[in-house]
């Protein structure tokens, strides 16, 4: 049994939680063997492709979805999710809406900078699934605790940042990791030698233009760009964000200070 208390304070003071063995049906172990296995062979077939992407000199790409993230998202729901989602923030999962995400992180890359995926303003809830466990190794997420609390711009991040608590997320397969989106985080660095991939649910509250329109997916799982584009204006940027990274972070940090 799942206390519902006890989740709804850690996430409330941390900004995110972490729901041991959420997942373990036949179902989700099938789907995500199967997805599992699809982005090992696009890997190892198509990574002539995968390099034109933006974001794969930082070595952390998106996961295209395909069907089976559908599934999994139902195994989610059938699992009393509707009731956790409720604790977690006073609201109802029907008026979120869910679009299928994930990110894949590449053998000895993945570092990424501290970021928020979005302002504090347009709240979206993330649930993060492992598809295989992931150790401090494997470039697990790392986390601010309590840094979605309030706004804070790039520069004052960076400086007390040193003084902050930091939270690897680490995790079993079946795990279920709820976050803010506004949360400081990052992308770790994959140090072992197998792709991290972790599927994302994204829940944005439905305005009054929602409709339900029928999901359209891909045969099978895919990699897409991530942070950086594919324009050779930011292959640059992401180039220097890379090999220039003390460069990158100083321009960051003073365009930081005059934005509103
Ligand atoms: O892959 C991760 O652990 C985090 C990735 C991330 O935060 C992002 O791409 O925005
Ligand atoms: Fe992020």
Known sequence: MINLSKIKFFFDTKGYVIIENYLNSDLFLKCTKKIHSEVNSEYSNNLSQIKKLGGYLTGNLDLIPSEDMSTIWNEIKKNNFKEVFKKLLDEEL???KVTFRGNISLPN??????????PIKSRKILIGIAISDVNKIDGPTVIIPGSHKKQIKFWKFYLTKFFKKKDDIILKKGDIFIRESHIWHKGSKNKSNKLRTQLLFVLTKKDNNFKDEKKVFNKQVKF???MFGTSFKEKMREFVS??????????RFIISIFKR
């Open 109 to 118: 890359k993945g570092s990424q900078f501290y970021h928020t995926d979005g």
């Open 94 to 96: 029907e008026n979120y």
């Open 224 to 226: 897409g760009e991530n």
């Open 242 to 251: 890379v090999y220039f990274s003390s460069i990158y972070f100083i321009l």
